[in-house]
């Protein structure tokens, strides 16, 4: 299992490039036009202190605790 971390706070422009991440085709989607598939042994962790910065469609692709 690989997991990917991040601590900090959310920017509405990076964390809205995350959406294809998040749902189901795992799918990054770089600012050069490159795309990496992340496989089903990859796991995202975002630590952050509130969701203020996150569209309704990134607050609706993640599991908050």
């Given amino acids: 299992m690989k997991w990917l ?3 900090g706070p959310i920017d509405a422009i990076w964390i809205e490039d995350m959406n294809s ?3 189901d085709s795992m799918l990054l989607c ?3 036009g490159e795309r990496v598939k992340l496989n089903l ?3 995202i962790i ?3 202190a509130d969701m203020n910065a996150a569209s309704l469609a990134t607050v609706s692709r ?3 605790i």
């Fill in 30 to 32: 770089l600012g050069n």
């Fill in 21 to 23: 991440v998040l749902d």
């Fill in 5 to 7: 971390i991040f601590d």
């Fill in 41 to 43: 042994s990859m796991r």
């Fill in 62 to 64: 993640v599991g908050v």
């Fill in 46 to 48: 975002c630590e952050v």
